[in-house]
């Protein structure tokens, strides 16, 4: 059994968040150049142009990517023979997150209730996942997302009859039907199967994946490509203003579902898709 | 396509001179203001109060800016997606509203009452707040600090670089700019 310091968590949660929110992962700064080399339309190219440079100046000042620095979701894969000491995970990572994001000058946009809307006023509570795997080490992820692509993100409770074709559909219509509100060039995360429950955390999952490598899966890695290639014929473009890049990247989780469920959710991410992680 | 500079305040002739696609460089005074101070700017109407700044020629932008670090003047600030304003923007447009600036389309009912009272729709690049926030000058809070990030504030703009995305006689470049495209291939 290894131990691991609660205060060390709380550290890495408040880095980790002020690092995804100013620094975007080297994967996503080369999938926006290789777009803007690729980009045909005038608009379009000076917009990708724009992105590429509030990267390079949001890291050199430590400035905010997007003044949305999202509500925080926190991935935790706590290995079984891993003991957390000196007090609670959960109350670590919320106090990671208080004080990545007082420290770091990121935006509080958490309201304590959908209905009453007032502020915590430190951007807690985050969402917070653990899956138990093997090992001693605990691997800490933070994903910080905005609401401009949240909202546009979806779930479809599809019949097996509605099969493959449907799967495209529903998640061409769903990027289409977002047009320019969630920040297109979008990462486009998309989880198939599973329950009402799991599969928008699939999805979500997906957008953690690495944009250079294909999915292992030969068919879902054709398949992704032929969704990114329909995408980037819709004419959306950067910004909504046309052009050929609408998405940098589509992103499929597939799971077991049951005999009578084809569950497919497709979370969106904008073109700052941001993540850090930390082994500990 | 040439770019355009103006300040703000500015006056119904000058919203109605722009097209959708324009280029325009915005310097003045323009005030923050989204879903939560929209609200309490339609209620304050509602009771027959002034809301908290002149909304005659007024622009407002759609943004809540990350906190300035010290020596800054404000933090990352690009918009906010704009549709969750529509519902309240048509009433501000008859109190004299004359400039929003967001990003993504807006509702027919919106482009509606910019056509009546003459009034224009700017987007700013989303996701690029970093930069768009080089071109904020001074910010000073005018109402409401308890929304925090949503308060609203004066800001002192110079030479914010946006886009005409609706304009005063329906063009969408929401729905023109991708057509454009399409029609290019």
Redesign the interface.
């Known amino acids: 059994m290894r131990e691991i310091d609660a205060r060390a968590v709380t550290e890495a949660v408040g880095r980790l968040s002020i690092e995804a929110c100013c620094v975007l992962p080297e994967d996503v700064r080369r999938a926006i150049s290789a777009a803007a080399a690729a980009e045909t339309?005038p608009?379009?190219r000076e917009?990708l142009g724009?992105?590429g440079?509030?990267i390079a100046?949001?890291a050199r000042?430590?400035?905010?990517?997007?003044?949305?620095?999202g509500l925080t979701t926190v991935f935790l894969e706590l290995g079984q023979d891993a003991h957390i000491t000196g007090g609670g995970l959960y109350d670590a990572v919320q106090e990671g997150v208080r004080r990545g994001y007082t420290e770091g000058?990121?935006?509080?946009?958490v309201v304590r209730d959908p209905i009453s809307?007032v502020?915590t006023?430190d951007n807690t509570p985050a969402t917070v996942y653990t899956d138990i795997v093997p090992g001693d080490a605990l691997r800490v992820t933070v994903c910080p997302k905005g609401?401009?692509s949240e909202?546009m993100s979806r779930l479809g409770m599809l019949t097996p009859a509605m099969g493959l074709e449907g799967v495209k559909a529903f998640v061409l219509d769903t990027v289409r039907g977002a047009?320019?509100?969630?920040?297109p060039p979008t990462v486009v995360g998309v989880g198939l199967g599973g329950s009402f429950d799991s599969a928008p955390l699939l999805a979500k999952k997906a957008l953690l994946r690495s944009l250079d490598a294909p999915h292992p899966d030969p068919f879902y890695a054709a398949l992704e490509d032929e969704l990114l290639t329909a995408l980037n014929r819709?004419?959306?473009?950067p910004?909504?203003?046309?052009?050929?890049t609408t998405a940098l990247r589509v992103l499929i989780n597939a799971a077991p579902t049951h005999i009578a469920m084809l569950p497919v959710a497709v979370c969106i991410s904008?073109?700052?898709a941001r993540h850090a992680s930390a082994v500990l | 396509m040439a770019t355009i500079s103006i300040t703000a305040p500015f006056d119904e002739k000058t919203a109605r001179s722009l097209r959708a696609g324009d280029r325009v460089l915005l310097s003045g005074t323009v005030y923050t203001a989204r879903d939560?101070a929209h609200r309490r700017i339609c209620e304050a109407l509602d009771r027959g109060e002034a809301p908290p700044f002149d909304l005659t020629d007024a622009v407002i932008y759609y943004?809540?800016?990350?906190?300035?670090?010290p020596g800054a003047v404000i933090?990352?600030?690009?918009p906010?997606?704009s549709?969750r304003m529509d519902a309240y923007a048509p009433r501000l447009m008859e109190h004299g509203l004359r400039g929003m600036i967001g990003?993504?389309?807006r509702s027919d009912a919106v482009a509606e009452a910019m056509a009546r009272y003459g009034a224009v729709y700017f987007?700013a690049?989303?996701?690029?707040?970093?930069?768009l926030?080089?071109c904020v000058t001074a910010s000073e809070p005018v109402a409401w600090p308890d929304?925090?990030?949503?308060a609203v504030r004066r800001l002192t703009v110079k030479d914010l670089?946006l886009?005409v995305?609706l304009d005063t006689e329906g063009r969408d470049?929401?729905r023109?700019?991708?057509?454009?495209?399409?029609a290019?291939l």
């Open positions: 339309w608009g379009a917009i724009d992105i440079e509030n100046l949001s000042a430590c400035v905010p990517l997007c003044q949305d620095t000058y990121l935006r509080k946009s809307r502020n006023g609401a401009g909202n047009g320019g509100n969630p920040c819709s004419g959306i473009g910004q909504g203003f046309g052009g050929r904008c073109h700052a | 939560a943004v809540g800016p990350a906190p300035a670090r933090g990352s600030a690009g906010t997606t549709y990003k993504g389309p987007a690049t989303g996701g690029a707040g970093a930069l926030a080089r929304l925090g990030s949503e670089p886009t995305a470049l929401y023109l700019g991708p057509a454009a495209y399409l290019s």
